[in-house]
């Protein structure tokens, strides 16, 4: 069978070309996306190892406070830390400092401790998590490493395929209005193929956070909505209005999550 496909490529220099320039471009792809992720992955480590430092000089400076409410220097300490930090706490905790600001109260900081708390476990879990995926020696785990940037591959060359697809079923078209609605439709699909990868990776990552019926729902309308171009393809205006209207809502809905602190 080897030497028939050998015989095949060498009456079809052409072919043969066609191949070597999709693997040289597979190498050179896998190569710079691994280099990106890992660039990215100890990106993420440090940011979240100074998150987690900031959080704990913070805590330590509270807590001098606490004990020394007299100590002006240790209020003084305290300030300067909130001040340094500020950038990389979350919106609540930027908004209980500016409660302390205002009323130097005390009972604000022991607050500000159970915040601190939180969300530095959060920090160690995600770091260790991280530092798991990239540490482990487990073979699954190795495989997945090896597997992780051929998923931004796949994903381009899919985006390529799609594209191909729709521009020959648009060239097709004799009127101006039907080539412009396989163009619609394109962009929805890639929308909504964009966001189902999106959705299986952090489901992969077990990061997946999609609360209460409404903003499922809105998703699934947003996934499923381009499967109308299938039936006729001058839906496609409709479908993209319809996902436009359920991306807007999805967001409104996130906004609209206040986390009341008392």
Partial sequence: MLEQIFGYFKTQ???????????????WLYKEFKI?????????????????????????????????????????????KLGESSGYFTPDIRKMIRDYYERADISILRTLMTFINVET?????????????????????TVSRLFRPLKPISALFIAILIALGFSINALQEDKYIDRICWLIAFSSTLLSLGLL???ISLF???????????RISLTVVMITSPVLCLIEVRLAMFVFIIQM?????????????VVVVS
Avoid at 69 to 75: K, L, N, R, W, Y
């Fill in 13 to 27: 220099p052409g072919w043969s070309l066609v191949i070597t320039v999709v693997c040289t471009a597979l190498v």
């Fill in 245 to 257: 209207i359920a991306t807007v809502l999805f967001v409104k809905s996130k906004k609209n999550d």
């Fill in 121 to 141: 476990a959060k920090l160690d879990k995600e770091k260790n998590k991280l530092l798991a995926l990239d540490g482990s020696a487990d073979v699954f785990d």
């Fill in 204 to 214: 992969m990552n077990n990061t997946l956070r999609i609360k209460g019926a409404y």
């Fill in 36 to 80: 990106m992720l890992e660039t990215d992955q100890r990106s993420k480590l440090t940011l979240l190892q100074k998150k987690i430092d900031l959080y704990c000089v913070v805590e330590a400076a509270a807590a001098q406070v606490i004990s020394r409410q007299s100590d002006p220097a240790a209020i003084q300490y305290l300030y300067t």
């Fill in 197 to 199: 990868m999106v959705l």
